[in-house]
């Protein structure tokens, strides 16, 4: 069965960073397009990032753009959320989803983690 | 960017009701549609994509419909285990305003 495990979450004060992991199991992670949704408390879900199966193609939500960075190593079935920059509004939990197709991204998610909770306070 | 709207935002109703949530795109986005369910604190999961697909192990009193701009998802009879907040997305491009803001079904 699939599992996405996310981790690394955490308070961070504003300007500060943080690493998220999230480890895979159960698919040929490198055959597939994963992203980070994140959902501000009592708010919505809000796609953050995406990178394709092989890492070369990365794609960034205005908001995060030039703070985050998205990357994945193959080898060992991890995604991560590079956060730097952080201010309050990134307050968020943070989940990383499975897009469901293995052709040309993107596709609806199939598989989500239970997401870790980012905080961003002084 | 497309922007996705879901209404209503709140929705009250009973068991056995059938109930009915819209989702517009700001511009066409196909049958590239995707419906989540999500209940508190827990991640999202999903129910329909492509529009209209059911997703394995979706109860059948689930529904989606439409293409282009307009989409609805319909509960044919509302069980206890339905109440929860209900989110489309498309999935036709990346863009920030990819989900829409949620639609909120709660007991009458």
């Known amino acids: 069965e699939v599992q996405l495990l996310e981790s690394g979450g955490g308070l961070a004060q504003p300007g500060g960073s943080l690493r998220l992991s999230c480890a895979a199991s159960?698919?040929?992670?490198?055959?597939?397009?994963m992203s980070w949704v994140r959902q501000a408390p009592g708010r919505g879900l809000e796609w953050v990032s995406t990178v394709f199966g092989g890492g070369g193609s990365t794609y960034y939500a205005d908001s995060v753009k030039g703070r985050f960075t998205i990357y994945r190593d193959n080898s060992k079935s991890t995604l991560f959320l590079q956060m730097n920059s952080l201010s309050v509004e990134d307050t968020a939990v943070y989940f990383c989803a499975k897009e469901a197709g293995t052709a040309v991204p993107p596709y609806h998610f199939d598989w989500w983690g239970q997401g870790t909770l980012v905080t961003v306070s002084s | 960017d497309i922007q996705m709207t879901q209404s209503p935002s709140t929705l009250s109703a009973s068991v056995g009701d059938r109930v009915t949530i819209t989702c517009r795109a700001s511009?066409?986005?196909?049958?590239?549609l995707a419906w989540y369910q999500q209940k508190p604190g827990k991640a999202p999961k999903t129910l329909i994509c492509?529009?209209?697909s059911l997703e394995s192990g979706v109860p059948s009193r689930f529904s989606g419909s439409g293409s282009g701009t307009e989409f609805t998802l319909t509960i044919s009879s509302l069980q206890p285990d339905d109440f929860a907040t209900y989110y489309c997305?498309?999935?036709?491009?990346?863009?920030?305003?990819?989900f829409g803001q949620g639609t909120k079904v709660e007991i009458k």
């Open positions: 997305q498309q999935y036709e491009t990346y863009s920030p305003g990819a």
């Open positions: 492509r529009a209209s």
């Open positions: 159960g698919f040929t992670f490198s055959s597939y397009a």
């Open positions: 511009q066409s986005v196909g049958t590239w």
